[in-house]
């Protein structure tokens, strides 16, 4: 059974650094190492692969083109509609704002 050391894991760009190790052990169902001496690591690489296996091969599916046009389309008008809301909040606040100006201000008739 062949054994895996971290410099291994590194070349492979399995991790780039200890904490990585650790967080992929600890959250990501990573494989414990088998400890050879007093600060010698290494893992089967069965297990390694096995890892590697069951991860998934990469970010979502890409949307076909009229699927991809028809999202776009969706995100424009999202955040369109957000903008227009944010633009009449502003201008909602403003007004109050002016409002609350208007009745602080002393009157001018009794002055």
Do not use: C, Y
Not at 2 to 29: C, M, P, Q, T, Y
Not at 50 to 76: F, H, I, T
Not at 96 to 108: A, G, N, S
Request: aromatic letters at 6%; a positive charge; hydrophobic letters at 40%.
């Amino acid at each position: 059974m062949k054994r895996i050391r971290f410099a291994e894991l590194k070349a492979r760009s399995i991790v780039n650094s200890w904490n990585i190790l650790r967080r992929r052990i600890e959250h990501d169902g990573f494989p414990r190492p088998r400890k050879l001496g007093d600060r010698i690591h290494a893992w089967p690489e069965a297990e390694v692969q096995q890892w590697l296996d069951s991860r998934p091969l990469g970010g979502p599916v890409p949307l076909s083109g009229a699927a991809s046009a028809k999202r776009k389309a969706e995100l424009a008008a999202r955040l369109d509609a957000l903008s227009r809301a944010h633009r009449a909040g502003a201008a909602e606040i403003e007004h109050q704002r002016k409002q609350v100006f208007i009745e602080q201000r002393p009157d001018e008739a009794t002055a």
